[in-house]
């Protein structure tokens, strides 16, 4: 299918994003959004963007201190960028990046369900007290290498246990700023977060590059008093948990406007009855996901969910852009690691300036809806990131590897614009377990790339040249597939929710 369709089928197509309409031309004016509004998606946005920023802080001097543990522990004097090093390395990496999403995959829905059982905020809370855990016992392992072994790392993911880890933080992130945002501008909010997301790539890999030069121990730890106060900001964060969300929850909190649920008899009932009533709740919202949720899950949800998951094992090859750069071009990783700050400001750029105002003029000259416009930046962006990263891995030169990766980055916007589209799709009593959903489908990626992407790069490590590029190669391949999924996407029919 055609990019640009005919007017006539445009026509017959529903909004997704857009509340109930009957004319799909229709045209919305933006709703201002109110100070508790505001203040809930700044601290949202705080807590992604300090975690978030330790994180990026933290990524090339673990990488660079890991490398010179394996030189270390191998033999006195190997090369560092050696063949058995970098093989050694890379299948660290791998796992410890499946192992990562392990949680995520295991316990994405049972915290989705219990966040509209017991609100969004201490779910998030505990996302991000499990990963600071985490990361601080990654260091003690790497503190104490004589004594430890470094493979120890791939246990730590087991503290995600507590929250869900990343995929699970975000899902809540995503379920309170859909909680509170209207309808109409809901895709430029989720862009904004996405642009959030991109600040440590930005700003905290050239930090952490001359931080390194001082030692990779300095932005190691400095990066996690960063999500230490990601942690800190969540705490700051007000429910949200819309006020029919759970009807059968015995307590109603009152804070900033936002009420839930509550009594006291709750507060005081035994645990053991508490423990009863939380099972129950899960079974009936079991029951409920079997009943509703699948039943709305028709071939435009399909075709998203499927795109979601090809993408998601894709985006793991860019794990690897500082190692394959450093081995193939000879790079130092400080160095290498200004690539992943070249994406992010491209990616702040198309996020923060070219898709909003891509969406404005669409929505102004051509009448589109909000859904037929993320539709199109999906399509678009799918193709975007299939050339840019197929550029990659064909590139002999620096200089074209760049430019493939500068293509990639513009199509950054399909993640966010894929997210909305699948959020104007559900009913808002269904928008948590709908990211739970999406991070389940985005661990399940994860977990299928990790071991797949390091396997082929250590197989190209061994053969050299452009061979080293085949994790690349299939990236692009998967993300060919998705692009053709996108092409297949209607939006034709009214939500199911809005039928019933």
Known sequence: MSLSLATDDLGERAHLLAPVEDDIHKVHTPVPLQPDQ??????????????????????????????????????AGIDCKSTAAQSELALLLGWKETLDHLPGIILALPYGLAADRIGRKPILVMCLAGIVCEEIVIRLVCWFHLALPLRLIWVTPVFQLVGGGVQTALAMAYAMITDVAPAEQRAAIFYIMAAVLLVGEILATPISAWLMALSPWVPSLIGVVFQFGGLLSAIMVFETRPLGKASDDPAILVHDGF??????????????SMISRMRQSFTKKRKELLETHLKSMDLTMLLIFSAFLLASISQQALLLIIPYASKRFLWSIPRASFL??????????????????????????????????????????????????????????????????????????????????ATGWVSPSEVVVLNSMIGLTQGLGSLIAGPVMAAMFNHGLQQGGVAMGLPFVLAAGLLFVASLLTLEIRVGKRRHWEMT
């Open 38 to 75: 505001r203040r809930l998606i700044f601290f949202v946005g705080m807590t992604i963007l300090a975690a978030d920023f330790g994180h990026s802080l933290t990524l090339a001097p673990q990488i660079s201190i890991y490398e010179s543990l394996i030189c270390l522990k191998a033999s």
């Open 259 to 272: 009420e839930a649920k509550a009594c006291d008899d709750q507060l005081r009932a035994p645990f053991k």
């Open 340 to 421: 992943i700050t070249l994406k992010g400001v491209i990616n702040a750029v198309a996020l923060l300036l070219v898709l909003p105002r891509l969406s404005i003029w669409l929505s102004r000259h051509l009448s589109w809806s909000s859904a037929i416009i993320d539709l199109r930046i999906v399509q678009i962006s799918a193709w975007m990131l299939t050339v840019g990263i197929a550029t990659m891995a064909f590139a002999a030169q620096p200089e074209l590897f760049i430019s493939g990766l500068c293509l990639f980055a513009l199509g950054w916007g399909f993640y966010s614009a894929l997210r909305s589209l």
